[in-house]
Each structure stands twice: as C-alpha cells, then as structure tokens.
C-alpha cells in the first residue's frame, strides 16, 4: 500500500469478481494457457491489477506452512486488509475455502456491468444469495478506487436521442468528467476517482451519492427506487454503514465455489 496507493481498491475488487464467478475459489487468479483464456483476460477484468500482492502473500504462507492456506483464503483476507488499512472496519473472515480449476474468460460476462440498473443489479445480486441491504452496503466499495472513461460515457455523452448528459448528474460534475473524459476519448489512462477520498474508507460515496456525483450508472440506480432510504441511512451513518458492509462481506466472501484443492502457485492449477 505504502508503495501503491490504489492496491486496496485492486484487492477488493479482485475479490468481489472472484466471488461472483465460480464463487470465491481464486479462478480470477488463473493465467491464460495456450488452449485456454482466463478470467483475467476477459473484458471486465482487463483493469485488475496487483496480483503480485496475492503471489507474495502466497509465498511467505507457504514457507511457514505449505500446501494448507488456499489462494481463494488468502484473497479474502487480504481484501479484508485492504479495507482495514484504508481506515475501514476490521473482521474476522470464515476461512477453508479452496482453489478451482477452471478458469474462462467468457465468464465475466455474468459480472454485474456499471451500466446496469436496478432490476438488473438486484438479479446478479439475488442469484447469489445476496439481498437489496448486501447489493447498496457491497456498492460502497466504491468509496475506494477509480473508474476509466469507458465505465461512466454512457452518462455523459449520447445518453438518450434527446439528451447527451444523464439529467441525474449533477451539471457541475457531469461538465468536469465531460472535460477528462472528451467524446473521442484517446487517453488510455484517463478517468476519475470514484468518490472525493479515493485512499479512505469512508461513507463519503453514499453522500455523494445523494448530491447527483456518483460516476456509474449502477450507482445512481441505487437512489432512483426504494434503496434510497438504505443509501440515505448510510449517508448519514459511517458506524451503519460499516456494521452492514462487513456482514455483505462475510456473506459475499462465503459464496461456495466448486474449489477441490490448495494451489501452490496462484496462477496455475496444481
């Protein structure tokens, strides 16, 4: 963290696309193989990164005590730590879980898109056991972190026929990321924070939430309906905030995958 400000919001989010595909058995941590393409090189995961943090973990456990602590554990608990150090609550989370084997790039077409919409969040979210309170806690995730262009143009450029801005945005906000993120966009890098404290774990993002500064379409989609009041009662309580998202965590990190083994190298099946 200390060399990388941005590998906390790289490990939870590494961990939440691990746990929604194939549940939480590491198989985003698989690399591509001459007949196989992996998760990682799927469309949505193209911008996860920090790996090198897992394979380190990874290394010292197993000279301390081989072949008994899994990938998909060490995931976990480091998303955990990130939170924590990012000034987040802290948790005890469930270990035992194992490693997969299979890992396919076509996959992550079943990770929830930015784009989405309510009933659509609600769907991915339900077909694995997580409720409308785990959907809008586990979106404040995005407390910590930065989107690329590509994840928020659809709000701010050719949004319908008739309106080029989403209306929902707030004018001032939508001008700034019309002005980093230009309708022929070349920069590969550009894009913007995903709240005002990118580095703290904060309930920052809920209250801008509320203020029409919300960069993704799936955020706004949380304050269009009846998660309002939930996003309201986060906004105004960083102690309900943290106490619903570490019980979303533990629900989300407990998703069961079809893992049978301990890896000894995260990104190779054994």
């Known amino acids: 963290m200390s060399n990388d ?45 920090a790996f090198y943090v897992i394979d380190n973990a990874k290394k010292a456990v197993e000279a301390l005590c081989p072949k008994t602590v899994s ?3 060490i995931l976990a608990l480091a998303a955990r730590d990130a939170v924590t150090l990012s000034g987040g609550p802290t948790w005890d989370v469930p270990k035992g879980r ?8 076509t996959d992550t077409r079943q990770l929830p898109a930015p784009t989405f919409n309510i009933s659509q969040l609600q769907q991915s979210f339900s077909q694995r056991g997580l409720s409308i309170e785990d959907l809008v806690a586990l979106s404040g ?5 930065f989107a690329h262009c590509s994840s928020f143009q659809n709000r701010i450029h050719n949004f319908t026929s008739k309106q ?7 004018s001032s906000f939508a001008a700034s990321l019309k002005s980093v993120c230009p309708a022929r966009n070349t920069a590969k890098n550009a894009g913007a924070n995903l709240d005002s404290t990118p580095t703290t774990f904060d309930n920052r993002y809920y209250k801008l939430l509320l203020q029409g500064k919300s960069l993704f379409s799936s955020d706004q989609s949380l304050v269009t309906t009846s998660t309002k009041a939930i996003v309201s009662k ?25 893992g049978q083994e301990v890896r000894l190298d995260c990104r190779v099946v054994n």
Do not use: W, Y
């Open 5 to 49: 400000r941005t590998v906390p919001a790289a490990l939870l989010r590494m961990h939440f696309h691990d746990c929604f595909i194939r549940g939480c058995d590491a198989s985003v941590l698989l690399n591509s193989t001459g007949n196989n393409k992996a998760e990682k090189d799927g469309p949505p995961n193209i911008s996860v990164h």
């Open 71 to 73: 990938c998909a554990d």
């Open 98 to 105: 194992k490693d997969g084997r299979i890992s396919k790039a």
């Open 141 to 145: 995730g995005h407390t910590l972190g």
């Open 164 to 170: 080029s801005v989403d209306p929902t945005l707030e």
């Open 234 to 258: 986060f906004a105004s309580s960083k102690q309900e905030f943290e106490k619903a998202f570490v019980k979303s965590m533990i629900k989300m990190s407990s998703i069961s995958g079809g």
